[in-house]
Protein backbone atom coordinates (compact mmCIF):
# COMPACT_ATOMS: atom_id res chain seq x y z
CA UNK A 1 0.00 0.00 0.00
CA UNK A 2 1.53 3.58 -0.83
CA UNK A 3 2.34 5.93 2.00
CA UNK A 4 0.56 8.75 2.61
CA UNK A 5 2.32 11.92 2.93
CA UNK A 6 -0.15 14.23 3.71
CA UNK A 7 2.72 17.32 3.94
CA UNK A 8 4.32 16.64 0.90
CA UNK A 9 3.09 19.57 -1.31
CA UNK A 10 1.20 21.21 1.56
CA UNK A 11 1.19 24.98 2.19
CA UNK A 12 1.05 25.15 6.15
CA UNK A 13 0.95 27.85 8.52
CA UNK A 14 2.22 27.11 12.05
CA UNK A 15 1.32 29.84 14.71
CA UNK A 16 4.31 30.26 17.38
CA UNK A 17 6.63 29.40 14.88
CA UNK A 18 9.69 31.05 16.27
CA UNK A 19 10.54 28.49 18.92
CA UNK A 20 9.72 25.57 20.43
CA UNK A 21 7.37 22.93 19.00
CA UNK A 22 6.54 25.33 16.34
CA UNK A 23 9.76 25.41 15.11
CA UNK A 24 9.80 21.83 14.83
CA UNK A 25 6.68 21.94 13.03
CA UNK A 26 8.27 24.40 10.53
CA UNK A 27 11.13 22.13 9.90
CA UNK A 28 9.45 18.75 9.34
CA UNK A 29 7.24 20.09 7.59
CA UNK A 30 9.87 21.05 4.73
CA UNK A 31 11.52 17.70 5.69
CA UNK A 32 8.41 16.21 4.47
CA UNK A 33 8.34 18.34 0.91
CA UNK A 34 6.14 21.36 2.22
CA UNK A 35 5.76 23.18 -0.57
CA UNK A 36 5.73 26.64 1.39
CA UNK A 37 5.26 27.47 5.19
CA UNK A 38 4.04 30.33 6.83
CA UNK A 39 5.68 30.81 10.06
CA UNK A 40 3.39 33.08 12.70
CA UNK A 41 5.29 34.76 14.74
CA UNK A 42 4.47 37.39 17.10
CA UNK A 43 7.94 39.34 16.78
CA UNK A 44 9.20 38.74 13.42
CA UNK A 45 12.56 40.27 15.40
CA UNK A 46 12.17 36.94 17.27
CA UNK A 47 13.40 34.75 13.98
CA UNK A 48 17.08 34.96 13.10
CA UNK A 49 18.21 33.25 10.37
CA UNK A 50 16.67 30.04 10.95
CA UNK A 51 14.31 30.75 7.63
CA UNK A 52 16.95 31.54 5.34
CA UNK A 53 16.90 29.59 2.29
CA UNK A 54 14.03 27.80 3.08
CA UNK A 55 10.08 28.04 1.53
CA UNK A 56 9.45 30.23 4.46
CA UNK A 57 7.58 33.16 4.86
CA UNK A 58 7.36 35.09 8.19
CA UNK A 59 4.24 36.66 9.23
CA UNK A 60 3.36 38.73 11.99
CA UNK A 61 0.29 36.96 14.17
CA UNK A 62 -1.14 37.33 17.39
CA UNK A 63 -3.85 34.74 17.36
CA UNK A 64 -5.69 36.66 20.59
CA UNK A 65 -5.99 39.55 18.63
CA UNK A 66 -8.64 39.41 15.57
CA UNK A 67 -7.07 42.09 13.57
CA UNK A 68 -3.93 40.35 12.90
CA UNK A 69 -5.92 36.85 12.10
CA UNK A 70 -7.58 38.01 9.44
CA UNK A 71 -4.62 39.94 7.95
CA UNK A 72 -2.83 36.83 7.91
CA UNK A 73 -5.90 34.69 6.45
CA UNK A 74 -5.98 37.50 3.99
CA UNK A 75 -2.64 36.90 3.10
CA UNK A 76 -2.08 33.45 3.52
CA UNK A 77 -5.32 32.02 1.25
CA UNK A 78 -3.42 29.45 -0.38
CA UNK A 79 -2.81 27.15 2.99
CA UNK A 80 -4.22 23.78 3.12
CA UNK A 81 -2.86 22.92 6.75
CA UNK A 82 -3.15 24.96 9.49
CA UNK A 83 -0.69 24.23 12.72
CA UNK A 84 -3.25 25.57 15.57
CA UNK A 85 0.11 25.58 17.90
CA UNK A 86 0.80 28.71 19.67
CA UNK A 87 0.30 28.54 23.24
CA UNK A 88 0.91 29.85 26.87
CA UNK A 89 1.64 28.86 30.29
CA UNK A 90 1.10 30.64 33.39
CA UNK A 91 2.34 28.37 36.09
CA UNK A 92 -0.16 29.79 38.99
CA UNK A 93 -3.20 28.37 40.87
CA UNK A 94 -6.41 28.27 39.86
CA UNK A 95 -8.36 29.21 42.89
CA UNK A 96 -5.53 30.22 44.97
CA UNK A 97 -3.88 32.49 43.14
CA UNK A 98 -2.43 36.23 43.20
CA UNK A 99 -3.00 36.50 40.02
CA UNK A 100 -6.52 36.45 38.76
CA UNK A 101 -5.55 37.83 35.02
CA UNK A 102 -3.72 34.84 34.20
CA UNK A 103 -6.54 31.87 33.44
CA UNK A 104 -8.06 34.23 31.16
CA UNK A 105 -4.79 34.79 29.27
CA UNK A 106 -4.52 31.05 29.05
CA UNK A 107 -8.37 30.98 27.92
CA UNK A 108 -7.61 33.58 25.21
CA UNK A 109 -4.34 32.13 23.73
CA UNK A 110 -4.71 28.17 23.95
CA UNK A 111 -8.74 27.95 23.94
CA UNK A 112 -10.08 31.57 21.92
CA UNK A 113 -6.86 32.09 19.65
CA UNK A 114 -7.43 28.66 18.11
CA UNK A 115 -10.88 28.78 18.01
CA UNK A 116 -10.08 32.42 15.89
CA UNK A 117 -7.47 31.13 13.80
CA UNK A 118 -9.97 27.91 13.13
CA UNK A 119 -12.87 30.62 12.05
CA UNK A 120 -10.45 32.56 10.20
CA UNK A 121 -9.25 30.06 7.85
CA UNK A 122 -12.00 27.46 7.54
CA UNK A 123 -13.11 28.85 3.97
CA UNK A 124 -9.59 28.91 2.82
CA UNK A 125 -9.03 25.26 3.76
CA UNK A 126 -12.45 24.53 2.03
CA UNK A 127 -11.64 26.52 -0.51
CA UNK A 128 -8.09 24.69 -0.96
CA UNK A 129 -9.47 21.12 -0.91
CA UNK A 130 -10.36 20.45 2.79
CA UNK A 131 -7.42 19.97 3.91
CA UNK A 132 -6.29 19.67 7.48
CA UNK A 133 -6.43 20.79 11.03
CA UNK A 134 -3.63 20.27 13.91
CA UNK A 135 -4.19 21.06 17.24
CA UNK A 136 -1.38 20.62 19.60
CA UNK A 137 -2.93 20.44 23.29
CA UNK A 138 -1.79 18.67 26.36
CA UNK A 139 -2.17 15.17 28.86
CA UNK A 140 -3.47 18.23 31.12
CA UNK A 141 -6.45 18.94 28.76
CA UNK A 142 -7.43 14.94 28.56
CA UNK A 143 -7.91 15.41 32.41
CA UNK A 144 -7.78 17.76 35.26
CA UNK A 145 -4.05 18.77 36.11
CA UNK A 146 -4.24 20.33 39.51
CA UNK A 147 -0.54 21.77 39.08
CA UNK A 148 -1.52 23.22 36.21
CA UNK A 149 -4.32 26.13 36.96
CA UNK A 150 -5.59 27.54 33.92
CA UNK A 151 -4.00 25.93 31.84
CA UNK A 152 -5.07 22.59 32.18
CA UNK A 153 -9.25 23.89 31.76
CA UNK A 154 -7.63 25.94 28.85
CA UNK A 155 -6.74 22.80 26.73
CA UNK A 156 -9.78 21.13 28.01
CA UNK A 157 -11.75 23.54 26.22
CA UNK A 158 -9.65 22.96 23.09
CA UNK A 159 -10.31 19.56 23.22
CA UNK A 160 -13.98 20.14 23.25
CA UNK A 161 -13.20 22.76 20.32
CA UNK A 162 -11.86 20.18 18.20
CA UNK A 163 -14.24 17.80 18.21
CA UNK A 164 -16.73 20.03 17.42
CA UNK A 165 -14.98 21.62 14.88
CA UNK A 166 -14.30 17.94 12.79
CA UNK A 167 -18.11 17.71 13.36
CA UNK A 168 -18.92 21.54 11.60
CA UNK A 169 -16.17 21.31 8.77
CA UNK A 170 -16.62 17.16 7.75
CA UNK A 171 -18.85 18.54 4.90
CA UNK A 172 -15.87 20.47 3.38
CA UNK A 173 -13.47 18.02 3.88
CA UNK A 174 -11.48 18.84 6.46
CA UNK A 175 -9.52 16.68 9.16
CA UNK A 176 -8.29 18.29 12.43
CA UNK A 177 -6.44 16.06 14.41
CA UNK A 178 -6.27 17.02 18.64
CA UNK A 179 -2.66 16.28 19.60
CA UNK A 180 -2.06 15.01 22.89
CA UNK A 181 0.88 16.37 24.15
CA UNK A 182 3.28 15.29 26.91
CA UNK A 183 6.55 16.70 27.91
CA UNK A 184 8.92 18.79 25.72
CA UNK A 185 11.87 19.72 25.61
CA UNK A 186 11.44 23.75 25.01
CA UNK A 187 10.73 27.14 27.22
CA UNK A 188 7.78 26.10 28.79
CA UNK A 189 8.52 23.71 30.24
CA UNK A 190 12.25 24.67 31.23
CA UNK A 191 10.86 24.03 35.13
CA UNK A 192 9.98 20.55 34.46
CA UNK A 193 12.23 17.78 35.34
CA UNK A 194 12.51 14.32 33.90
CA UNK A 195 12.33 12.85 30.38
CA UNK A 196 11.05 15.46 27.97
CA UNK A 197 10.74 14.79 24.18
CA UNK A 198 12.60 17.33 21.60
CA UNK A 199 10.10 19.14 19.81
CA UNK A 200 10.82 17.60 16.42
CA UNK A 201 9.87 14.22 17.83
CA UNK A 202 6.79 16.07 18.87
CA UNK A 203 6.18 17.32 14.94
CA UNK A 204 7.14 13.75 13.56
CA UNK A 205 4.18 12.04 15.62
CA UNK A 206 1.55 14.52 14.45
CA UNK A 207 2.17 14.30 10.71
CA UNK A 208 2.22 10.64 11.25
CA UNK A 209 -1.36 10.57 12.70
CA UNK A 210 -2.66 13.09 10.12
CA UNK A 211 -0.86 10.38 7.66
CA UNK A 212 -3.05 7.58 9.30
CA UNK A 213 -6.53 9.48 9.35
CA UNK A 214 -6.39 9.62 13.52
CA UNK A 215 -8.40 12.45 15.13
CA UNK A 216 -7.15 12.14 18.51
CA UNK A 217 -3.24 11.32 19.00
CA UNK A 218 -1.20 10.61 22.08
CA UNK A 219 2.05 12.44 20.41
CA UNK A 220 4.79 11.03 22.79
CA UNK A 221 5.44 8.21 25.76
CA UNK A 222 4.30 10.44 28.78
CA UNK A 223 1.02 10.89 27.36
CA UNK A 224 -0.13 7.67 26.28
CA UNK A 225 0.89 6.12 30.24
CA UNK A 226 -0.63 9.15 31.63
CA UNK A 227 -3.70 8.99 29.85
CA UNK A 228 -3.60 4.76 30.47
CA UNK A 229 -3.97 5.43 34.38
CA UNK A 230 -6.50 7.71 34.05
CA UNK A 231 -8.66 6.15 32.21
CA UNK A 232 -7.79 2.59 34.56
CA UNK A 233 -8.87 4.18 37.57
CA UNK A 234 -10.23 8.25 37.19
CA UNK A 235 -10.48 8.35 40.75
CA UNK A 236 -7.50 7.21 42.29
CA UNK A 237 -5.70 9.21 39.29
CA UNK A 238 -7.51 12.82 40.90
CA UNK A 239 -6.11 12.45 44.39
CA UNK A 240 -2.43 11.31 42.98
CA UNK A 241 -2.76 14.58 40.85
CA UNK A 242 -4.41 16.26 43.65
CA UNK A 243 -0.62 15.30 45.90
CA UNK A 244 1.01 17.01 43.24
CA UNK A 245 -0.12 20.13 44.65
CA UNK A 246 1.79 19.61 47.83
CA UNK A 247 5.18 18.48 46.22
CA UNK A 248 4.76 21.30 44.08
CA UNK A 249 4.00 24.31 47.12
CA UNK A 250 7.35 22.22 49.26
CA UNK A 251 9.40 22.42 46.22
CA UNK A 252 8.63 26.08 45.02
CA UNK A 253 7.33 27.41 48.13
CA UNK A 254 4.34 29.19 45.66
N1 LIG B 1 6.54 21.99 26.25
C1 LIG B 1 5.69 21.11 26.70
O1 LIG B 1 6.03 20.28 27.57
C2 LIG B 1 4.26 21.07 26.18
C3 LIG B 1 3.45 20.02 26.64
C4 LIG B 1 2.15 19.94 26.16
C5 LIG B 1 1.68 20.86 25.26
N2 LIG B 1 2.49 21.88 24.83
C6 LIG B 1 1.91 22.83 23.88
O2 LIG B 1 2.77 22.95 22.76
C7 LIG B 1 2.56 24.23 22.14
C8 LIG B 1 3.91 24.88 21.89
O3 LIG B 1 4.52 25.14 23.13
P1 LIG B 1 6.09 25.04 23.37
O4 LIG B 1 6.32 23.95 24.33
O5 LIG B 1 6.80 25.03 22.08
O6 LIG B 1 6.31 26.39 24.19
P2 LIG B 1 7.14 27.71 23.91
O7 LIG B 1 8.53 27.41 23.54
O8 LIG B 1 6.86 28.53 25.12
O9 LIG B 1 6.43 28.35 22.64
C9 LIG B 1 5.18 28.96 22.71
C10 LIG B 1 4.95 29.63 21.38
O10 LIG B 1 3.62 30.19 21.38
C11 LIG B 1 3.74 31.55 20.96
N3 LIG B 1 2.64 32.37 21.45
C12 LIG B 1 2.27 32.60 22.73
N4 LIG B 1 1.22 33.44 22.76
C13 LIG B 1 0.91 33.75 21.47
C14 LIG B 1 -0.05 34.55 20.84
N5 LIG B 1 -0.95 35.25 21.54
N6 LIG B 1 -0.07 34.60 19.47
C15 LIG B 1 0.82 33.92 18.75
N7 LIG B 1 1.79 33.15 19.28
C16 LIG B 1 1.83 33.07 20.63
C17 LIG B 1 5.09 32.00 21.50
O11 LIG B 1 5.48 33.20 20.87
P3 LIG B 1 6.51 34.25 21.58
O12 LIG B 1 7.89 33.73 21.29
O13 LIG B 1 6.19 35.54 20.93
O14 LIG B 1 6.20 34.23 23.05
C18 LIG B 1 5.93 30.79 21.12
O15 LIG B 1 6.26 30.81 19.78
C19 LIG B 1 1.66 25.02 23.09
O16 LIG B 1 0.33 25.00 22.61
C20 LIG B 1 1.78 24.25 24.38
O17 LIG B 1 0.66 24.44 25.22
C21 LIG B 1 3.76 21.99 25.26
Redesign the pocket.
Given at each position: MARVNRAEGAVALV?????????GFVQELLARGAKKVYA????PS?VADEFDGVAVEVIE?????LDSVQRASAQCSDVNLLVN?????ANRRLVLTDDPHAARQEM???YF?VLNMTRAFAATLGANGGGAILN?????GAFAAPFMGG?SPS?SAALTLSTITRAELKGQGTDVVALI?????????SH?EGR?ES?ID?ARASLDALNKGETVCDTDLMAVEARARYFRDPARFERQMAKTLDIDVQSTGR
Open positions: TGANRGIGLGVRDTLDVTDNAGYFEVNGVLSVAYKVGSVDTRMAVKPI
